[in-house]
């Protein structure tokens, strides 16, 4: 039985709610080539909650959520073995869609990748793309993703201006409202929060807080206060290995593993 299963557990014997797993990631290998990136992975990931991935540079962080939704399959000569299955289904089977996947998973990058179109095109272009055509649903359902990413307030008035002309921080929640107006189920993040400022840091963070009472959502962060102060669990990738992956509180107060302790204390990387 693996750490979170015993956990999900303790807190049922508590008289508490089972956790429900979104991906159980299964003995995962991944090479680039000859380049063996990822080794072994298990990793049970519950819904609704804040997983952070930490590690140094190159450790795999990237390379695994990007395997999540299959965005990997766009990296030429990349081979995996294992398996990864997202409510429990394995993303590899040929029977699943990758399409499908990829509604279900939705991705925010490191740099804010709005398209050169208006706020208000940033999110409908993505409902045309799937086919809904009613400008009414179009226009209710962009402003509930405005208002969903926190964003409605502040652009309500200028939605039909370019989104370029939004600040780096206003840019990055307009991605994430685009990514929440086609209804995912999770939330992939590869550090947000990398290039903005920390006003516009701490407003992506209260905004993921929000946000996990309804998605899940995997972060990959560098930033070590980050993982603590929003995630409830938290695995540490090095060498494209988890060394260890247990409640956020523990990894950062009382870690298992002696690697785990001195990367959290800054000792390397
Ligand atoms: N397209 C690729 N082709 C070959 N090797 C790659 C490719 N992408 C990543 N790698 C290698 O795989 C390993 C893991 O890279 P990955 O980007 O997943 O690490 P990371 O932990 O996200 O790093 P960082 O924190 O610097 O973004 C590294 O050794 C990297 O050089």
Request: proline share 4%; aromatic share 8%.
């Given at each position: 039985?693996?750490?979170?299963?015993?956990?999900?557990?303790?807190?049922?014997?508590a008289?508490?709610?089972?956790?429900?797993?979104?991906?159980?990631?299964?003995?995962?290998?991944?090479?680039?080539?000859?380049?063996?990136?990822?080794?072994?992975?298990?990793?049970?990931?519950?819904?609704?909650?804040?997983?952070?991935?930490?590690?140094?540079?190159?450790c795999?962080?990237?390379?695994?959520?990007?395997?999540?939704?299959?965005?990997?399959?766009?990296?030429?000569?990349?081979?995996?073995?294992?398996?990864?299955?997202?409510?429990?289904?394995?993303?590899?089977?040929?029977?699943?869609?990758v399409?499908?996947?990829?509604?279900?998973?939705?991705?925010?990058?490191?740099?804010?990748?709005?398209?050169?179109?208006?706020?208000?095109?940033?999110?409908?272009?993505?409902?045309?793309?799937?086919?809904?055509?009613?400008?009414?649903?179009?226009?209710?359902?962009?402003?509930?993703?405005?208002?969903?990413?926190?964003?409605?307030?502040?652009?309500?008035?200028?939605?039909?201006?370019?989104?370029y002309?939004?600040?780096?921080?206003?840019?990055?929640r307009?991605?994430?409202?685009?990514?929440?107006?086609?209804?995912?189920?999770?939330?992939?993040?590869?550090?947000?929060?990398?290039?903005?400022?920390?006003?516009?840091?701490?407003?992506?963070?209260?905004?993921i807080?929000e946000?996990k009472?309804?998605?899940?959502?995997?972060?990959?962060?560098?930033?070590?206060?980050?993982a603590?102060?929003?995630?409830?669990?938290?695995a540490?990738?090095?060498?494209?290995?988890?060394?260890?992956?247990?409640?956020?509180?523990?990894?950062?107060?009382?870690?298992?593993?002696?690697?785990?302790d001195?990367?959290?204390?800054?000792?390397?990387?």
């Open positions: 039985m693996t750490l979170t299963a015993v956990k999900s557990k303790e807190n049922n014997q008289g508490q709610t089972e956790n429900v797993l979104v991906y159980n990631t299964k003995d995962l290998n991944l090479w680039y080539g000859d380049h063996h990136a990822l080794k072994n992975i298990n990793l049970e990931i519950n819904e609704r909650e804040v997983t952070a991935i930490i590690g140094p540079s190159g795999g962080k990237s390379t695994y959520i990007k395997t999540l939704n299959r965005m990997i399959d766009l990296v030429p000569g990349v081979k995996t073995n294992g398996s990864i299955e997202y409510r429990e289904r394995d993303i590899f089977n040929k029977d699943f869609l399409e499908e996947l990829r509604t279900r998973v939705g991705m925010v990058f490191q740099k804010p990748n709005p398209f050169p179109k208006s706020i208000y095109e940033n999110i409908a272009f993505g409902l045309k793309i799937h086919g809904i055509k009613n400008k009414q649903i179009i226009n209710e359902t962009v402003e509930k993703s405005l208002r969903g990413a926190a964003l409605w307030e502040e652009v309500k008035d200028r939605i039909h201006e370019p989104a002309g939004l600040s780096g921080g206003q840019q990055q307009l991605c994430i409202a685009r990514c929440l107006a086609l209804e995912p189920d999770v939330i992939l993040m590869d550090e947000p929060t990398s290039a903005l400022d920390p006003v516009s840091t701490l407003k992506i963070e209260e905004l807080q946000l009472q309804r998605y899940s959502i995997i972060i990959v962060t560098h930033n070590m206060q980050q603590a102060r929003i995630s409830d669990r938290t540490f990738f090095l060498n494209g290995e988890v060394v260890e992956y247990d409640v956020t509180d523990t990894i950062f107060n009382s870690p298992a593993d002696s690697r785990t001195d990367y959290i204390s800054g000792r390397f990387g």
